[in-house]
């Protein structure tokens, strides 16, 4: 069953490092996003993307964030800078209409900023 | 703006017993509801998703039902096993005259089913 998969499962970074999470959506997918979670509290959305653009974002994305598909098959968000506070488990996502727009999450990325 | 809430934050059955977990949303105006499964330290499980014309979806043991107008939805798990034990999330996509992309997350069931 095609599912999404992301790199590194774990990321230790210093604070001002900039850190690259990698995702790979399903294949015949359109519509890719990502979501962050800090322990104990909600799942958040960071951002989505369609046709090689955002088509939105949350006030949690700021000039910090950027994302990317550098080619057909990955898609990346890259924080520049990062800070104690961006410590979270940071998921992809990605759907597409024929599934009515059902959104499939990959594994996660467990980013940890010292 | 829009907010999830579940009900409870935490439940414990034991083995075989039916049981309902809740939410419920603030705004009516949603393009579809999602269901997922989140074990400890791990991904999310979408294990359903009703669209907003829909009224319920099963999946096996899993029945989602979707009340917009109340703003309410339910997920009923039949027969729980052990290894049915993790935290169940409830998420919206709102709809504003055109569908936004980002899922509202609601703060989760842990539930834990007894041998």
Redesign the interface.
């Given at each position: 069953e095609p599912e999404v998969t992301q790199t590194p499962s774990h990321q230790v970074t210093q604070m001002g490092q900039e850190v690259i999470l990698r995702c790979v959506p399903i294949s015949n997918h359109l519509?890719f996003?990502w979501?962050r979670q800090i322990l104990g509290q909600?799942?958040?959305?960071l951002v989505?993307f369609?046709n090689n653009e955002i088509?939105?974002k949350?006030e949690i994305f700021d000039d910090q964030f950027s994302v990317e598909r550098p080619d057909g098959s990955n898609f990346t968000l890259k924080i520049r800078s990062t800070k104690l506070e961006d410590s979270a488990m940071y998921?992809c996502a990605s759907s597409e209409p024929r599934?009515?727009?059902?959104?499939?999450?990959?594994?996660?990325t467990?980013l940890t900023v010292t | 703006k829009q907010e999830v809430t579940q009900i409870p934050a935490a439940l414990s059955v034991p083995e075989g017993e039916n049981l309902v977990l809740n939410c419920s949303f603030t705004d009516s105006a949603i393009y579809n509801l999602q269901w997922f499964r989140q074990d400890p330290g791990k991904g999310l499980t979408s294990l359903l998703l009703i669209q907003s014309s829909q009224r319920e979806q099963t999946s096996g043991r899993l029945n989602a039902s979707l009340d917009k107008s109340s703003g309410r939805s339910t997920l009923y798990i039949a027969a729980s096993q052990p290894g049915d034990s993790a935290t169940y999330l409830c998420a919206v996509r709102d709809y504003y005259g055109g569908a936004t992309n980002k899922l509202i997350f609601g703060t989760g069931t842990l539930l834990a089913v007894q041998p």
């Open positions: 519509y996003y979501y909600k799942v958040e959305f989505s369609y088509s939105e949350s998921f599934d009515g727009y059902e959104q499939y999450f990959g594994p996660g467990r | -």
